[in-house]
């Protein structure tokens, strides 16, 4: 009799660790069913909304939006944009966390956390910051009067609002990086003679170089597809100081609702090239 009992305790022992599995696997199934149908439900289905109202039209009127002056206009300012505002956000990032990560120096604290300011501020009060230092009646707008020089409501001021929301991005992915892989290589580069700017370019940069081409990245999509600090410099003056966010807006607004989302399936293909782009680089980086 002891010996059945001693079977039967026996036979749950093995069943036991079988049902755990069993409930962890169901576990980990429902929660990428829930994961897969929150991507549709709020990524996927948008996305194929946006594209199939833009061609709801044909293929003709589809070009015809994206290529009518204002569309092109708002294509080529945004482009120019993001074209002046992410090679200077490189540099700065590059200065800064290079600095910060390799160097102790007075004020490094205060210097991360003015890094920071662009994240916690609202874009719609940064552009207020460039009315106020620039407009008409702003802090330095008499002086740019004088010289007949045109900040806010123009394209400067644009490029200004978008460099200030967008410099984070590359420093801030950059930072810790390069603080995780010491100074011991730099350490070694000197005692070998190599000069501050050899060391630079031969071994800080080398170590680094994916985690920059992902600040790049991210810092090229938030400067195409910024739209709060920029409304507010812009002035929304047609075929001049609209970008493609806005322009995407006025077209809405004006009920011209396929025209509209032409140029945000415009938006949204470049999205998702970035998509692509940071994708390869994080696979890069893993391997």
Known sequence: MESNHTAVASAWVRIEPEQKRSTS?????????????????????PLLVVFTEALSEG???????LTETDALAAIKLTLITAGIAVPLNVIFGLIAS???AKFTFPGKSILITLIDIPFAVSPVISGL?????????????SFFAAHDIQIVFAA????????????PFVARELIPLLQAQGTEEEEAAASLGASGWKIFWRVTLPNSKWGLVYGII???ARAMGEFGAVSVVSGHIRGMTNTLPLHVEILYNEYAFQAAFAAASLLTLLALITL???SLVEWRTAK
């Open 25 to 45: 696997t169901l576990i980990q199934w429902g929660l990428i069913a829930a994961a897969l149908l929150f991507v549709a439900l709020f990524l996927v289905l």
């Open 59 to 65: 293929w003709a009127l589809y070009a015809a939006a």
């Open 98 to 100: 290079w600095a910060i």
């Open 129 to 141: 910051l460039f009315v106020l230092l620039f407009g008409s009646d702003g802090l330095w707008g």
């Open 156 to 167: 400067p001021g644009i490029v200004l609002a978008t460099i200030f929301v967008t410099f």
């Open 218 to 220: 991210l810092c090229t």
């Open 276 to 278: 692509a782009v940071k």
